[in-house]
């Protein structure tokens, strides 16, 4: 395993090396190729991602391969004008240069991918680094060796590996993969990982991008729509079981309020996946063993208003909505990463804004009210990665806007532009005349020079 990393982190420097990924138009190729390979593996990526995680072929298409075909169809549209030098305007101390902003690839970038959309995560940030001219090594997440063993076989049968390879593998090969100096990684997981990465990178002086998870809250406020807060809080909840990284993690409900959305929230529970949801082919199933184990361990004690049922050997738990939940139990001690949503209640708007800074800054975070100005104030008082007013987890499929967290939940952002900056380097040059020179720069300076600078 070492050798063939080995090898191939000398062929992508040597390809690199030899300016094979900077013009324009193999860049493009690329990005039409990958998007091609995209719509030839549709069939194998959804059936693996069945069997991964027991994802429907409808929520496969929406959250996984559609996300990815928008991204490389944008990104082919505009990576030229991303990629453009700049021109900037230049000081007067400066007179006769020219300044420019040059976007320069970085060079070899690693990433590396969890397994809750172990499609989607593998291969979006690879777009972005492709159209900024580098070379790319992606490590999928062993969770899902179905998604992973795809996502090896689509690569290796439509790139050379010194344009992109996939190193397939657990910690042993991850940890292999970061004794090697990357001009970038990019990683997306959890924050214990995070910081291993973000130590072994520091060792080569490599700059991270670091996409994490946390507890984002959703806050309904006693103005808020109740019957679409919870419809939305439970299609964004219970999406892929609960494994999303923006997920509502919990609710803070006004008291007022809460009656009338656990009435809703269960009646959209129901609407989406039946009296049964394991019966439901749109409900999806937890990862692993030790997930499923864990999970249950925080339904220990609760009071669900949903029906609560579990089956080990399925690794299914159903959507579950607990009422009464102390700030002090486990489930509000870690992210949950699962279909169980704890439903707190508090008293006022500044109650909840309260309780969301006094905790780590969250991925995300979802305001639910009518009034503007209340939203607003949430908004403004609070961190985190992204925001919603009146829905969750949609600002994660727009392009126009950075995906990334804060503090604790992440650093760096990526989709559309933002991701063409991650994987860029922006040069700033000056040019100068040698028509003239202005001696004054150079010593012996007279004195009034130092009249002159005082007054500048
Ligand atoms: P993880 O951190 O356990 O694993 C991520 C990757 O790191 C995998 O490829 C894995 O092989 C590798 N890895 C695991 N242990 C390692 C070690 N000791 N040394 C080196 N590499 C190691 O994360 P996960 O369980 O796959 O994913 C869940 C987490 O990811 C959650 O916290 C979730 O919020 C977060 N997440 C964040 C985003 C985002 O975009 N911000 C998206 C999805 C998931």
Same mark, same amino acid.
């Given at each position: 395993m070492s050798n063939?990393?080995?090898?191939?982190?000398?062929?992508?420097?040597?390809?690199?090396?030899?300016?094979?990924?900077?013009?324009?138009?193999s860049r493009k190729q690329r990005l039409e190729i990958l998007l091609k390979s995209l719509e030839d593996y549709t069939p194998e990526i959804t059936r693996a991602l069945k069997k991964d995680l027991g994802k429907s072929h409808e929520e496969a298409l929406m959250t996984e391969i559609r996300e990815v075909r928008k991204e490389i169809e944008y990104t082919i549209k505009n990576f030229q004008k991303w990629a453009k030098i700049k021109k900037v305007p230049t000081p007067v101390t400066?007179?006769?240069?020219?300044?420019?902003?040059?976007?320069?690839?970085?060079?070899?970038i690693l990433i590396i991918a969890p397994w809750n959309y172990p499609f989607n995560?593998?291969?979006?940030?690879?777009?972005?680094?492709?159209?900024? @001219?580098?070379?790319?090594?992606?490590?999928?997440?062993?969770?899902?060796?179905?998604?992973?063993s795809v996502i090896c076989d689509m690569i290796s049968k439509n790139f050379s590996s010194e344009e992109i390879a996939v190193i397939e593998g657990g910690v042993d090969e991850t940890s292999e993969l970061l004794n090697h100096p990357f001009d970038h990684i990019f990683f997306t997981g959890g924050e214990t990982v995070g910081k291993i990465v973000m130590k072994a990178a520091s060792a080569n002086l490599t700059p991270v991008t670091l996409e994490l998870g946390g507890k984002s809250p959703a806050i309904v406020l006693k103005d808020a729509n109740i019957k679409t807060s919870a419809k939305r809080i439970a299609w964004a909840k219970f999406t892929n079981a609960g494994q999303t990284c923006v997920a509502p993690d919990y609710v803070l409900i006004d008291r007022s309020v809460k009656d009338d959305f656990l009435k809703e929230i269960k009646k959209s529970v129901v609407s989406f996946y039946g009296e049964n949801p394991k019966e439901s082919p749109f409900y999806g199933r937890i990862i692993n063993d030790r997930h499923f184990e864990r999970l249950e361990k925080l339904l220990k004690n609760q009071k669900p208003v949903t029906k609560l049922e579990t089956d080990s050997k399925a690794r299914y738990i159903a959507p579950t909505?607990?009422?009464?939940?102390?700030?002090?139990?486990? /489930?509000?001690?870690?992210?949950?990463?699962?279909?169980?949503?704890?439903?707190?209640? /508090?008293?006022?708007?500044?109650?909840?804004?309260?309780?969301?800074?006094?905790?780590?800054?969250?991925?995300?975070?979802y305001v639910f009210s009518e009034n503007k100005k209340n939203s607003s104030e949430v908004l403004l008082k609070t961190s985190s990665g992204g925001a919603c007013v009146n829905d969750a987890i949609v600002h994660l499929?727009?392009?126009?806007?950075?995906?990334?967290?804060?503090?604790?939940?992440?650093? @760096?952002?990526?989709?559309?532009?933002f991701g063409f900056e991650t994987f860029s380097?922006?040069?700033? /040059?000056?040019?100068?005349?040698?028509?003239?020179?202005?001696?004054?720069?150079?010593?012996?300076?007279?004195?009034?020079?130092?009249?002159?600078m005082n007054i500048l």
């Open positions: 063939t990393i080995h090898s191939i982190i000398q062929k992508q420097t040597a390809f690199y090396q030899k300016g094979c990924t900077i013009d324009f138009k400066l007179f006769g240069s020219k300044s420019r902003i040059i976007p320069e690839p970085l060079g070899k995560l593998s291969v979006m940030p690879v777009i972005p680094a492709l159209a900024a @001219g580098n070379t790319v090594i992606i490590k999928p997440s062993e969770l899902a060796p179905e998604t992973s909505v607990l009422d009464e939940v102390s700030t002090e139990s486990p /489930v509000m001690q870690e992210e949950i990463f699962g279909p169980v949503l704890p439903v707190l209640t /508090v008293d006022s708007i500044n109650e909840a804004i309260d309780f969301v800074t006094k905790r780590p800054k969250p991925l995300a975070l499929s727009s392009h126009h806007l950075p995906f990334g967290g804060v503090g604790i939940s992440g650093m @760096g952002a990526y989709h559309g532009r380097h922006f040069k700033s /040059v000056v040019s100068s005349t040698t028509k003239f020179d202005i001696p004054l720069r150079y010593p012996p300076f007279p004195k009034w020079f130092k009249k002159l």
